[in-house]
């Protein structure tokens, strides 16, 4: 059974904004807090942002600043908003239970590159 659907990933250049969003199943979504992930070739995953379910964010250093996480209730979704983006940023984004973890979705692709 799917737990996770991303999507909204794309190509944009340094200082560009996209979004990501996952879709969570209702349970999920309603009593687990959610992480954004993400890993670039050659890379380990690394969680990037989190929100619990009262909407407490959190964010790795590297991101802070320029990365937004907020949950929609009305989609059972989590949202990414990641602006003045950086060729660094390029990896594919997974999003996941940090409360009880599942297994991965196929993620979705973000790409900075000039």
């Known amino acids: 059974q799917v737990q996770f659907v991303e999507s909204g990933g794309g190509s944009v250049k340094p200082g560009g904004t996209l979004r990501v969003s996952c879709v969570a199943s209702?349970?999920?979504?309603?009593?687990?807090?959610i992480g954004w992930y993400r890993q670039a070739p050659g890379n380990e995953r690394e969680l990037v942002a989190s929100?619990?379910?009262?909407?407490?964010?959190d964010y790795v250093d590297s991101v802070k600043d320029r990365f937004t996480i907020a949950r929609d209730s009305a989609k059972n979704s989590v949202n990414l908003l990641m602006t003045g983006l950086k060729p660094e940023d390029t990896a594919v984004y997974y999003c996941?239970?940090?409360?009880?973890?599942?297994?991965w979705g196929r993620g979705t692709q973000v790409t900075v590159s000039s």
């Open positions: 929100i619990t379910t009262y909407g407490a964010p």
């Open positions: 209702a349970f999920i979504f309603r009593f687990e807090s």
């Open positions: 996941n239970s940090i409360t009880n973890p599942k297994p």
